[in-house]
């Protein structure tokens, strides 16, 4: 499964528990667990570095932050990447050094991305609408996934 995941780009990984008692095996595996009825699941990211092409390196600051969806602050970030990307030569795309994610939240499947390079505001909106996936913001299974932005 880990295998399968890096090789498809998608750096979120969900599994059921069952029996319910493995929660803290999977949890020792590096999943955050969680119960929704009478279940349990357990989830993880992965840490997907990406291979940069020569280049310097331009700062970029992803975060993302629930919607009015949830019962969450809509001011403070569920995660916050800082890494950094090089511009892929001829094009204008820039490849993160490593792929960033955010599960959906269990109420909603919206999410709000920011993402800033340079000290600039490139995007502020939902993760799930056609500009954001002209970005380079794009749904997987479980959440949504950044390997590359692409720059209008």
């Given at each position: 499964m880990l295998m399968a995941s890096v090789k498809n780009g998608n750096p979120l990984l969900e599994i059921q528990c069952a029996p319910e008692t493995s929660a803290v095996f999977w949890e020792s595996l590096g999943?955050?667990?969680?119960?929704?009825?009478?279940?349990?699941?357990?989830?993880?990211?992965?840490?997907?570095?990406?291979?940069?092409?020569?280049?310097?390196p331009i700062a970029v600051k992803i975060s993302?932050?629930?919607?009015?969806?949830?019962?969450?602050?809509?001011?403070?970030?569920?995660?916050?990447?800082?890494?950094?990307?090089?511009?892929?030569?001829?094009?204008?795309?820039?490849?993160?050094?490593?792929?960033?994610?955010?599960?959906?939240?269990?109420?909603?499947?919206?999410?709000?991305v920011e993402v800033i390079f340079n000290d600039e505001r490139i995007y502020d909106d939902l993760a799930k609408c056609d500009r954001a996936e002209d970005l380079g913001i794009r749904a997987c299974q479980h959440g949504v996934a950044i390997s590359e932005i692409r720059l209008p």
């Open positions: 999943y955050a667990t969680y119960t929704d009825g009478y279940k349990v699941y357990g989830r993880r990211v992965l840490d997907m570095p990406q291979e940069l092409p020569d280049g310097d993302f932050f629930p919607t009015y969806f949830s019962e969450l602050p809509r001011d403070v970030p569920l995660a916050v990447h800082n890494l950094f990307a090089v511009e892929i030569p001829g094009t204008k795309r820039l490849m993160l050094s490593h792929v960033v994610a955010q599960y959906y939240l269990p109420d909603s499947k919206w999410l709000r």
